[in-house]
């Protein structure tokens, strides 16, 4: 229950204003009931970039669905030199996110590679040669009622090239037999096969090149013992 959920109590506000209205995002955000915004990018991410264990493309193109105020996208240009896009359904987060993104003290070439779009997800549409080199997923994929996941799984399949990777941060991260997935959110819960299970949809392939649940004095308190970062490659 909220009690004992992660993020305290504010999951239950959060609960109690969602529908599957993609606008309820955008008066979360106006109300300033977001949960999931830590302030900063999350520690999982910058490791798996900056270790350099996996070789993602540089100079490529980005996206993060859900960027929200939009830590992750400006890191991603920053680290890796992508032209990068964030996507947010949310007017009031992606004004929140140019304004993060002005007030960085960024240099124009960075501030040239850093985009935020008012856009649906589900829609999006880019053509062949602007296909992605690498998605970032960090509490989207959660946001989603799980009955409509394998939309999503379509739509990655849709927006990367192949031999893009995918990063998947899973948070809250729950097992899968747990008898009480549903408690966990922001709003939904996730584990590695519920993301598995539909990004295989229509015969597409990926291979699993990093799988690791972070050390926990890695993370930041609300993330311990929640986390899981899965790094995919499409293969085909």
């Not at 609960?15 to 977001?34: A, C, F, G, H, Y």
């Not at 990093?210 to 970062?229: E, F």
Request: include cysteine; glycine fraction near 8%; aromatic fraction near 10%.
């Amino acid at each position: 229950m909220a009690d004992d959920h992660p993020l305290g109590n504010r999951v239950g506000d959060m609960r109690s204003i969602l529908t599957e209205d993609p606008q309820t995002w955008d008066i979360l955000w106006k109300q300033q009931v977001t949960p999931w915004d830590s302030g900063e990018i999350q520690p999982p991410l910058r490791q798996v970039v900056e270790s350099g264990e996996i070789p993602f493309t540089k100079g490529g193109r980005a996206l993060v669905p859900g960027c929200g105020r939009g830590y992750d996208t400006i890191y991603l240009a920053s680290a890796l030199g992508h032209d990068t896009i964030g996507l947010d359904a949310s007017a009031t987060a992606v004004e929140a996110a140019n304004q993060l993104a002005q007030s960085s003290s960024l240099d124009l070439d960075l501030v040239s590679k850093i985009h935020f779009e008012v856009a649906d997800f589900f829609k999006y549409e880019v053509p062949e040669d602007r296909k992605f080199d690498l998605i970032y997923d960090y509490t989207f994929f959660v946001a989603i009622p799980p009955s409509k996941r394998s939309l999503w799984g379509s739509q990655i399949n849709s927006l990367i090239k192949p031999g893009g990777y995918l990063i998947t941060l899973m948070f809250p991260h729950v097992p899968v037999h747990d008898p009480q997935p549903y408690a966990a959110g922001p709003p939904f819960y996730s584990n590695f096969t519920s993301y598995e299970e539909v990004l295989r949809v229509g015969g597409s392939e990926w291979e699993v090149v990093l799988n690791k649940i972070p050390d926990d004095d890695t993370l930041l308190d609300v993330h311990k013992g929640k986390d899981r970062i899965v790094v995919w490659k499409r293969t085909a």
